[in-house]
């Protein structure tokens, strides 16, 4: 899967989104007039667009050029286009197989740890969700592990009982 550098700011301009660029790079274009202080910017771990002056400050040096449109191009709540959706797979379906049909004390862990991805990844705690996966999944193994030597233990053990001694 291809990922992209989330790292820098991205800003509206003429109803179109643009970046990223360095920090030195927006002052520049607002400097320049290409956009205004009211024009909208955006960085990763910021959770809505927001305008220039309020994110950066009045500074002395910007020029007064025009407003240009301020108008976000996309919801301000959601990222830019340029990230893509994360794939962290949440081991939920097979939590709750494993649970049911191997050993539940075990797989109940397996299945909190997957409840939890989807939220974590929704509020870009990207860390977390990863971590919370990889219990989900050793969760997982770990009762299906056990729910097979409990099962071929339980066979074992009625093998060599002579419970099928009479069956001749």
Avoid: H
Avoid at 50 to 75: I, W
């Amino acid at each position: 899967m291809k990922t992209y550098s989330m790292s820098g700011w991205f800003y509206s301009k003429d109803g179109q989104q643009l970046g990223p660029v360095s920090r030195e790079q927006l002052e520049t274009e607002v400097q320049s007039g290409n956009i205004s202080q009211e024009s909208l910017i955006w960085k990763e771990g910021q959770a809505d667009w927001l305008s220039f002056s309020k994110v950066m400050g009045d500074t002395a040096a910007v020029s007064s050029a025009p407003a240009q449109s301020a108008a976000a191009p996309y919801n301000p709540a959601v990222a830019p286009v340029s990230q893509t959706p994360v794939a962290i797979p949440s081991y939920l379906w097979q939590a709750i197989t494993v649970t049911v049909l191997c050993c539940w004390p075990f797989g109940i862990v397996a299945i909190v740890n997957a409840a939890k991805v989807n939220g974590l990844i929704a509020s870009n705690q990207l860390d977390a969700a990863r971590e919370a996966s990889e219990k989900a999944k050793k969760w997982s193994i770990i009762t299906l592990l056990v729910g097979l030597v409990v099962v071929c233990g339980y066979i074992a053990i009625v093998a060599t009982s002579g419970v099928f001694d009479g069956l001749q």
